[in-house]
């Protein structure tokens, strides 16, 4: 899923300064799911917003609503006839949903209020991890299931590199080297050998793509 | 045949959350965020609807919730569980109890009869009216429909002194002055209360209720205000100063008033009836050990109304207090035996919480009753009492707007009536008239349980 | 100056289990305060969310009570743990908007203690006072 | 007789535990983070309270846990656990479980029946409900030091037809068959889980008055078809197909009133069968509009004989203040079985006013009934079925003991089947559990395999413990405790001083 | 081909190799690089310059080697795979040639949040071994990476670096393997104190018989206090320096540790030339560049061949 973290309130306060009424809009989906940006998150975030307002003598407006998924039309729609109610949309949702309904509203001032972070896995309650960065050419395949471009601090192909020790990576001691963690899953699976091959450099273009990357499936169009 | 009496209900939703038995009590610490949650899952949508509010810091995860354990059971890191609503336990009192009370919000915001599934939850007998069972009919007696059928069960009774016999002139017309009848085609009648919060509001949501049901309230003389002038033809005046003091004007206008039972209460009554004669004057008394004789007396002196109350919890005011059933089950046989019962019209209430009180009640022989404490309920009411303490009203009862307390009132009389009619159906009985004093159509615990119970393990 | 004289409103969440005669005992106080003293039982203190402070801060108390199980104490085993740690998050939360955090209190209670509902607010209400008149309040007072 | 019941095999009971993922039990245990996944906990346990985990083991069947008594144990996962972070505790959802009627104990040990066929070996009261009255005040005093015969000498078979007509003897190996909950007001899937059951069981179930599905056809020798005033999907057909044929005059959760389907359950299938429209609620007529009295009861039981001249007929009444006369009539007019249903059953829906107010207890109306029947010297000459209110063995035990040859069960089925009791059964998609419903996904939540061993091993749990019963009475057959009202004793009309023998 | 790499001739006829390392300042001063040069020249045979190391902004190694050159030093230049895409890197190698530098040692830098360019943008679009599979396909094959011929290929002396120290012990060996797979000829090594853990790490070297095909330098520094010994031991990632050298360093007057730290210094070197398959020593005398004379001399590795 895709991991967010709601902004410092104080850079939040300034975006929606200028604004006098204001929807919270949430996602349901991802950054609901972790704790950042579904019904509850909003709720807490437009009553500090209104909190803080008051002890500024401020008078501002702000509503709350949460869409199932801001990044799909279909929900997006459920705003079509409150947007021009508010001065400003403050979205819970993760920068593909931000942007998603400034499209559809490209009159609307759409503000988020969460950092977009990464995809993350649910490691155990409270706490998510990193372990993909979508490089759109997966080779875990051979590396024992351990992703080194994002698990690896310097993303090596053939690490690790001369940093590696105890376990941990160089970058920070708290975070396993990925490579080791390759070494021993492989050892454990009698495959070290794959070791030995030199990974050729990464087709990065799959990564980075002409700008945006897409996908069209026209078996999956209407 | 008249036409049938139909009370119109509108759904009428509560200004606040009703308090109910549960709520749900859910750790999202520990949550897998699952995709097939079984907080998606929850056949109620409970989930969905959740929703903080803010007066009661009531989650609505506390009303919605239908006790159906999926979410509870299904869970895979078990985090959702299920609690006694606090709330709920404090509702009421033994006798007025969070199950009445959520039954009357029920019906007051519906208009319909309870209905549930899975046979009966409930105590195998209890005090009071839970002490007897009414009768069914099974094979061999008249056909009925019950509230959903073509034929017609009257609910209407008659107020007022009944003759017993007519006198004819040789020319053939009548020499007998026929006493005024009041006829309520519901045999329940809008009582003081015995506490609310200050406010008008309420007063007119019972003038309102009582009016477009075509029925009574009961208004002390003290608190007649020009504002509820309109509703005279649907108040009782209860009379507590002096009687001289209600003008001819007023009284001509009144179709009924109430007088405290006391030493000149007969003197009273033939006062007020020579000023208007076709008022009806109904006697209040207490319940009491000593009230039969009393009836007895006052029937026997020309009363056309008499109206028994007891206390909230339906006891009478006594030592070793006698419960309504009960007592008015004596005095009705009282009057009975003297052949006097015919003649007077008994009114009776306190204690009257659910709709089958009523049939119960008639059965045990009064004609109408009195409610008083359910019609608050229908306004949201949580018998908590605190008005009584001079403590706010939780609900705002005295902001209530009379429009919707006077629906909710409508609503919840609908339902009582319709129960009214399931039970005379199931009886086979056409009209309430005729159900008054049915004892035989009645079942009653202690003597179910001396023929039975009693006698077991006896050996030999 | 304690709580009560310096005329702050009250809001006290707690755990059910601490008075099964909650709803009588705290009428009293109900009665002597008004509205400057407001009651919200939970059937556990695990009960309470981050959204019931804010909500109670927002609608104009001065200062928020949480009146919990100790830990371990917990019928719902985990209701205390869960109590203290979404009070310390709701605290974090009214800090970043510059509301002072003690508003926000959580007390472990234990139950053997025998301390009905009222006796236990009124020995807050004696405490001195940590904080003064909200300032999100005084904004409610003049809008309405 | 007995020597058809000896001959008759009980099938095989077999572990059926929940559909859902957690069982409800009385306790809870919880494991904290302190474990390190040891496994001790999971050897120790003989009743298998903890399946292995990957992290941690995990205490998903706490429904079988002991509980607190099981500290004496030398097995006590609490105090062996060495990391002690096992964590037991009263379920706190359990109180707001069940009512009163069917209290949680109740609930949980019909559960653990179900799911084992055994009587549950925790702290759960599995033999009486919380109600305060009638069953509930109600215990056998077994005569002290008698143990009595062998438990397979025992027969528990009752006689269905005792009036000596030309009929057929039928005769059940237990004496209780299922009462009728009709297809619309339960699931397919649930009444079929029923009737395989009652087959295995080689005794009956009935339709109720919803018709008769296509696909109860391979079980018609174990169903009874119900006539009732709705005559909804009653053919000639239909009748022909059984062996007892049910009169439905009337149903003690709603006496007086005619059978209640809400809109929301009368989908397409449901309307078809009952030849209704699909969404609208049917309210079923009372009583019969064609019978006014005595004579056309008779003619109407008459009709059915003629139908068909093999099949027995029931006739289903309820509890009023002359339930007495009423069951006299039906058998003058020719009835083999009367079923009393008694006003606390019911498993539908129903006006809350009828069901708690309308008509008498089973427990009254029996002993007036059986004591009746004996003054008209006509008790042997037909079989009492009670109903309406039989939640346990010891319900059915002390029903025969007050009057009745047998007894009929609907709301035990159900709750063996994992009914909750919330009481929601009647609108909207229906159970949410999947058992009394027609909503076409909640349905799917139940399988006939799972439902058929579930009500199977419950019954036969209830038919260990009425040999059980028999055994201290010393009696060779369930027939001897007809009417034995020697056997029982109220708690509020007996002093423990005026007891004779043990108390249970 | 102008110039010939003087590592490569002084490895290829069996000479024990010094190099050693010079740090480019933190400006754009030319001086100090020859300053240092000039320190250097005469007892060393190749003078590595580091590519910003610590993610710290320096002078371009490029530049410094080049600098160097006009010294007339030997530079080897440092190139991390941290900083540049591919296509900076090949043209930095491009670049380094047409300069005049034949030996470059292929890094893949130490993560940029160590420097003072925390928020960087680490590229690390290629590592190091492919880094030296990139050089090699260059040199060897006359072809950028995709095949695209050059018109005319560097002409580079490959080298790689080899930390014995770090973990996971047992696959350091085999990553050495593939860095000479690669196409790795000369490998200079993490600073070594701990001797046991060195020849462990050779014996496995030569186990596998790596030591035929690359020349191995064994890194050294000499420890300037016991304060940096420490320093060293907790902070340096890679980096182990045992107790004992510690203690030791320790156990003398603070005025005496440089000494003392000449004196380990020399102690390693005269032990690894002992050990087989060890073809030289890289000194890496952090900002003491003065020290490199006088190590070359007491370690009698001087006069220089060449």
Redesign the interface.
């Given at each position: 899923m895709i991991t967010g973290e709601r902004k410092p309130l104080s850079e939040i306060k300034e975006m929606v300064a200028p604004f006098k009424k204001i929807l919270v809009v949430g996602c349901g989906t991802c950054v609901a799911e972790c704790a950042s940006g579904g019904e509850k998150e909003v709720g807490l975030l437009a009553s500090a917003l209104r909190m803080d307002a008051r002890m500024e003598g401020r008078k501002v407006d702000i509503k709350e609503l949460t869409l199932d998924r801001q990044c799909v039309f279909e929900f997006i729609d459920q705003l079509t006839d409150l947007i021009d109610q508010y001065d400003a949309i403050l979205s819970l949702g993760c920068g593909a949903g931000v942007q998603a309904v400034a499209e559809i509203f490209p009159e609307a001032v759409i503000l988020p209020a969460l950092n977009t972070t990464f995809i993350g896995e649910t490691k155990e309650a409270g706490l998510w991890i990193e372990n993909c960065r979508a490089c759109g050419d997966c080779k875990l395949g051979v590396f024992a299931a351990v992703c080194p471009i994002t698990r690896c601090a310097k993303g090596l192909f053939n690490g690790p590199c001369g940093g590696s020790k105890d376990g941990k990576c160089e970058a920070d001691a708290n975070t396993p080297c990925a490579w080791q963690l390759i070494i021993d899953r492989l050892d454990k699976r009698g495959q070290l050998d794959l070791l030995q091959k030199i990974y050729p450099p990464a087709d990065w273009s799959r990564q980075q793509g002409k700008g945006p990357r897409k996908i069209h499936r026209e078996d999956q169009e209407i | 045949m008249p036409p049938k009496y139909n009370i119109h209900t509108t759904r009428m939703p509560g200004r606040f959350q009703p308090v109910t038995k549960s709520g749900v009590i859910a750790w999202e610490e520990g949550c897998l965020k699952c995709t097939r949650c079984v907080k998606k899952d929850c056949v109620y949508k409970v989930y969905e609807k959740r929703e903080l509010d803010t007066r009661q810091m009531l989650d609505s995860l506390d009303s919605v919730c239908m006790d159906c354990f999926r979410c509870v059971q299904n869970c895979p890191n078990r985090l959702i569980q299920k609690g006694l609503n606090p709330a709920y336990k404090v509702l009421g009192d033994q006798y007025w109890t969070p199950e009445i009370i959520s039954t009357l919000w029920l019906q007051a915001e519906s208009g319909r009869i309870p209905v549930s599934g899975a046979g009966y939850g409930g105590p195998f007998s209890g005090p009071g009216f839970d002490a007897m069972w009414t009768d069914m009919s099974e094979i061999v007696r008249p056909t009925r429909d019950g509230i959903h059928g073509r034929e017609y069960i009257s609910t209407t009774v008659d107020l007022g002194r009944k003759l017993m016999a007519l006198e004819f002139a040789p020319d053939g017309s009548l020499m007998t002055r026929t006493p005024p009848l009041v006829e309520i085609p519901l045999p329940v009648i809008f009582d003081l209360l015995p506490w609310s919060p200050p406010g008008e509001q309420i007063t007119l949501a019972l003038l309102e209720g009582a009016k477009s049901l075509g029925t009574f309230t009961i208004i002390r003389q003290s608190d007649l205000d020009s504002e509820i002038e309109q509703y005279l033809p649907n108040i009782i005046v209860f009379i507590d100063k002096k009687p001289e003091s209600l003008g001819p004007g007023l009284l001509n206008r009144l179709r009924m008033v109430e007088i405290p039972d006391g030493k000149n209460t007969i003197a009273i009554k033939t006062m007020l009836k020579e000023i208007n004669p076709e008022l009806i004057v109904i006697i209040r008394l207490p319940l009491s050990p000593e009230v039969s004789e009393r009836a007895l007396t006052l029937t026997s002196e020309g009363a056309e109304v008499l109206h028994f109350y007891a206390d909230e919890f339906g006891l009478e005011h006594a030592d070793k207090p006698l419960f309504i059933k009960e007592r008015i089950k004596e005095i009705h046989l009282c009057l009975v035996e003297k052949g006097l019962r015919d003649q007077v019209t008994f009114l009776a209430g306190g204690g009257i919480a659910m709709a089958e009180h009523m049939a119960k009640l008639i059965i045990c022989g009064t004609d109408a009753l009195t409610i008083d404490i359910p019609l608050l309920v229908a306004m949201e009411c949580r018998v908590c009492r605190r008005c009584k303490e001079g403590i706010d009203c939780p609900v705002e009862l005295d902001k209530v707007d009379p429009e919707w307390g006077s629906a909710r009132i409508r609503n919840l009389m609908a339902g009582w009536h319709n129960q009214l009619l399931e039970i005379l159906g199931a009886m086979g009985i056409r009209e309430v008239r005729r159900l008054r004093g049915e004892m035989g159509r009645a079942m009653f615990f202690e003597d179910l349980e001396k023929e039975v119970f009693a006698t077991m393990g006896k050996r030999g | 100056m304690n709580q009560k004289d310096a005329g702050l409103d009250i809001t006290i969440?707690f755990c059910?289990r601490f008075d099964k005669d909650?709803?009588?005992n705290r009428?009293a106080l109900?009665?002597e305060l008004?509205?400057k003293i407001k009651f919200?039982?939970?059937?556990?203190s695990?009960?309470i969310?981050?959204?019931?402070l804010?909500?109670?801060?927002?609608?104009g108390a001065d200062k928020v009570y949480l009146l919990a199980c100790q830990e371990g104490a917990c019928?719902?085993?985990?209701?205390s743990i869960?109590a203290r740690?979404r009070l310390a998050y709701?605290q974090g939360?009214?800090e970043?908007?510059?509301?002072e955090g003690e508003r926000l209190e959580l007390i472990n209670v234990t139950p053997e203690n025998h301390m009905t509902i009222d006796e236990l607010a009124r020995e807050l209400l004696a405490r001195e006072a940590t904080v003064s008149l909200s300032?999100?309040k005084?904004?409610?007072s003049n809008?309405y | 007789m007995a020597t058809e019941t000896n001959r008759f095999v009980f099938p095989e009971k077999r572990e059926t535990p929940s559909r859902f993922r957690n069982a409800i039990g009385k306790y809870r245990i919880t494991i904290a983070k302190a474990c390190n996944n040891c496994g001790l906990c999971i050897e120790l346990c003989p009743y298998g309270v903890f399946k292995k985990g990957l992290r941690k083991p995990k205490p998903s069947c706490d429904h079988l846990c002991l509980g607190f008594p099981c500290s004496k144990n030398t097995f006590y996962c609490v105090e062996r656990c060495p990391e002690k972070a096992i964590s037991l505790a009263v379920n706190p959802s359990f109180e707001i479980l069940g009512d009163k009627r069917w209290p949680a104990e109740l609930l949980a040990s019909t559960w653990h029946m179900a799911e084992t066929g055994k009587i549950p070996h925790q702290d759960l009261n599995y033999k009486t409900g919380n109600s305060s009255g009638g069953f509930d005040k109600l215990r056998f005093v077994f005569p002290e030091g008698k143990t009595g015969g062998k438990s397979d000498e025992i027969s528990t078979a009752i006689e269905l037809n005792r009036s000596g007509d030309s009929r057929p003897r039928i005769t059940i190996p237990i004496p209780l068959y299922l009462g009728g909950m009709s297809f619309g007001s339960v699931s397919i899937a649930t009444m079929l889980s029923r009737a395989r059951a009652a087959t295995a069981l080689n005794t009956f179930c009935c339709t109720g008055e919803g018709g008769y599905p296509d696909e109860l056809i391979p079980y018609d020798n174990h169903i009874i078809t119900q006539v009732a005033t709705g005559l909804f999907g009653v053919r000639e057909e239909t009748i022909k197909r059984v062996r007892i044929v049910e009169f439905k005059y009337a149903q003690g959760a709603k006496p007086g009133l005619g059978g209640h389907l809400l809109g929301d359950k009368v989908t397409q299938r449901v309307a078809q069968m009952r030849e209704a429209i699909a969404g609208s609620a049917l309210f079923s007529p009372f009583p019969f509009h064609s019978v006014y009295s005595v004579e056309d009861h008779k003619k109407h039981v008459d009709w059915i004989k003629e139908i068909n001249q093999k099949a027995l007929v029931s006739v289903k009444v309820s509890t009023p203040t002359d339930v007495d006369m009423v069951v006299v009539g039906s058998y003058y007019a020719g009835a083999h079985i009367v079923q009393l249903d008694g006003s606390y059953g019911g498993t539908g829906a129903a006006p809350d006013i009828s069901k708690k107010n309308i008509a008498m207890p089973i427990e009254y109306a029996l002993p007036k009934v059986h004591k009746f029947l004996l003054e008209e010297g006509i008790r042997d000459k037909i079989t009492i079925i009670a109903s309406g209110g039989i939640r346990t063995a010891y319900d059915m035990a002390k029903a025969i003991a007050m009057g009745a040859d047998g007894v009929c069960l609907g709301t035990a089925d159900l709750v063996a089947l994992e009914c909750i009791r919330c009481h929601h059964c009647e609108s909207g998609r229906g159970c949410a559990r999947g058992i009394a419903t027609t909503d076409f996904e909640l349905v799917k939540l139940m399988e006939l395999e799972w439902g058929t061993q579930r009500i199977i091993n419950m019954y036969e749990a209830w038919r260990d413990q009425l040999v059980y019963i028999l055994k201290r009475f010393d009696m060779k057959s369930v027939t001897e405790l007809t009417g034995r009202f020697d056997t029982l004793v109220h708690l509020d009309y007996m002093g423990k001083e005026e007891i004779e023998g043990e108390i249970e | 081909m102008k110039y010939e790499s003087r590592l490569k001739k002084v490895l290829a006829a069996g000479h024990f190799a010094v190099t050693a390392e010079c740090g480019p300042p933190k400006g754009a001063e030319p001086a100090v690089i020859r300053r240092k040069g000039r320190i250097l020249k005469g007892f060393v045979d190749s003078v590595n310059v580091t590519d910003n190391q610590t993610g710290v902004v320096r002078l371009s190694s490029l530049a410094a080697c080049a600098l160097l050159k006009k010294e007339g030093l030997d530079p080897v230049f440092q190139m991390v795979t941290r900083d540049r895409n591919r296509i900076a890197l090949q043209s930095d190698i491009l670049g380094a040639s047409a300069l005049g530098i034949r030996n470059i040692l292929c890094l893949s830098g130490d993560h940029q949040s160590f420097g003072n360019q925390a928020q960087a943008k680490g590229v690390f679009d290629i590592d190091s071994i492919q880094l030296i599979q990139t050089v090699r396909q260059m040199r060897d094959e006359g072809k950028v990476l995709g095949g695209e011929p050059l018109s005319e290929p560097p002409h580079l002396f490959i080298g790689a670096a080899a930390n014995p120290f770090a973990d996971p012990f047992a696959y350091r060996v085999i990553r050495l393997g593939k860095k000479v797979a690669a196409g790795a000829e000369f490998i200079q090594t993490q600073c070594i104190y701990n001797l046991a853990r060195f020849k462990e790490w050779m014996k496995r070297v030569r186990d596998r018989g790596i030591d035929e095909k690359v020349y191995i330098l064994g890194g050294i520094t000499p420890l300037k206090s016991a304060r940096m010994a420490e320093y060293m031991s907790k902070q340096v990632a890679g980096m182990d320096v045992p107790e004992e050298i510690i203690n030791r360093m320790k156990s003398v007057p603070a005025d005496k540790q440089r000494q003392e730290g000449l004196k380990i210094a020399i102690e390693t070197i005269e032990a690894l030339r002992q050990i087989k398959g060890v073809h030289g020593v890289h000194i890496m005398a952090i900002e003491w560049e003065e020290a490199v004379p006088q190590l070359v001399g007491l370690a009698g590795l001087y006069p220089r061949p060449y």
């Open positions: - | - | 969440f059910q909650q709803d009588t009428r109900e009665k008004g509205s919200f039982p939970l059937p556990c695990g009960r969310e981050p959204l019931h804010m909500r109670a801060l927002e609608t019928r719902y085993l985990e209701g869960r740690k709701t939360l009214i970043e908007i510059g509301l300032p999100i005084a904004v409610i809008e | - | -």
